[in-house]
Nanobody
Framework: QVRLEESGGGLVQPGGSLNLSCAAS?????IAWYRQAPGKQRDLVAR???????EYADSVKGRFTISRDVVHNTLSLLMDKLNPEDTALYFC?????????????WGRGTQVTVSS
């Protein structure tokens, strides 16, 4: 059974920090964080490429840091200097190789609200 679960969201004041975590079952590889604000599409926030390099959306560069714990198979997103535009439902994405391509898996999301 595949498990992918995000945690760590909440309400934070502008300028504050949150650390999101994504726990995955061993059969899948968590690789990216996405977010979706109400009425908008789901956008990439940060990801770990297959070669190990990191990619960030321009809007979060210098403020967010993605990292992975291979031993526990978790993915984290440390978010600093949060602003109201960061308010969204944050999703973890995992993949599993299958017959030459990758299957995508998504968690249910964790809500981040930045407001004074």
């Amino acid at each position: 059974q595949v498990r992918l679960e995000e945690s760590g969201g909440g309400l934070v004041q502008p300028g504050g920090s949150l650390n999101l975590s994504c726990a995955a079952s061993l059969s899948i590889n968590p690789i990216a964080w996405y977010r979706q604000a109400p009425g908008k599409q789901r956008d990439l926030v940060a990801r770990i490429r297959q070669n190990g390099t990191l990619e960030y959306a321009d809007s979060v560069k210098g403020r967010f840091t993605i990292s992975r714990d291979v031993v526990h198979n978790t993915l984290s997103l440390l978010m600093d200097k949060l602003n109201p535009e960061d308010t969204a439902l944050y999703f973890c994405k995992a993949v599993r190789p299958s017959s030459g391509y990758y299957l995508d898996y998504w968690g249910r999301g964790t809500q981040v609200t930045v407001s004074s």
